[in-house]
């Protein structure tokens, strides 16, 4: 393939938008859409040919060099997001304290068979089990989403995750949840009723906590998976194109 360019014209227009102020930040985004139709090296041929021509071609080397390409498509890496998020906020919510912690004791009145009521004051099973069914479901959606991941440095992460869990795994099943054979959970009501539940308050609220540690850890793959995404739709050091997305042909004609 080859390029060809005209005697004297200006063709710095085809990179102005890459240094364009905070302002055109959405003309910006449309106008490198574009670039995804410009495959196999030919967006580096052209930086090739106009650093060429001024004089400059030492900078195209400097520029594609910086560039990596994430091995997950964007999809992918979508789902990772999107899961850990949700596992931060499961783990949270079981892990925070003061006025706004599941494990404050309250009163609680229950009703017998013959309609008499009773209140005594302890912990609100019934809410802090329905926090820990979310917590396992947000959990299994990271292991899930991690299937489908070859990044080495989320996939590190989600070890490290899945590490701390088998860490807990003693205490962990004294409450009810039980580790998978492919890393997942499940949780047994029944054995979360009849266990203790201050080990349940151990295990899951406070600073330190198997749930605050688990909180870190979805924030530490959610990271890797932001970083990932962040390499996808560019070109590495060969002129290769990721190709996560395709969109438009503004420069199919200069090929």
Not at 123 to 152: C, R
Not at 167 to 193: M, P
Not at 208 to 215: E, I
């Amino acid at each position: 393939m080859n390029v060809s360019l005209q005697s004297g014209a200006d063709y710095s227009y085809l990179f102005r938008s890459l240094n364009s102020s905070k302002g055109n930040s959405v003309s910006n985004l449309n106008f490198l859409s574009d670039y995804g139709s410009i495959r196999n090296g030919s967006y580096l041929k052209l930086l090739k040919a106009y650093y060429t021509k001024d004089g400059s071609n030492s900078a195209v080397s400097s520029i594609v060099k910086t560039n990596s390409i994430s091995s997950d498509d964007t999809k992918t890496l979508v789902k990772v997001q999107s899961s850990t998020d949700a596992l931060k906020e499961s783990a949270y919510a079981l892990c925070s304290t003061g006025k706004n912690s599941i494990f404050t004791q309250k009163e609680i009145t229950t009703t017998a068979a013959d309609g008499t009521k009773t209140s005594t004051t302890g912990y609100d099973t019934d809410t802090i089990y329905k926090a820990l069914s979310q917590f396992v479901t947000d959990y299994n959606s990271v292991m899930a989403a991690s299937d489908d991941v070859t990044s080495t440095s989320i996939l590190s992460k989600t070890k490290n995750l899945i590490n701390n869990t088998a860490s807990n795994s003693k205490l962990l099943s004294s409450v009810g949840i039980t580790i998978n054979s492919d890393n997942s959970l499940s949780l047994n009501k029944e054995t979360f009723v009849k266990g203790d539940i201050n080990t349940v308050k151990s295990l899951f609220n406070g600073t330190g906590s198997y749930a605050y540690r688990v909180s870190a850890q979805a924030s530490l793959i959610n990271f890797a998976a932001d970083h990932e995404a962040s390499k996808a739709n560019t070109y590495s050091y060969n002129g290769n194109y990721s190709n996560t997305y395709s969109s438009g042909s503004m420069f199919s004609a200069l090929f």
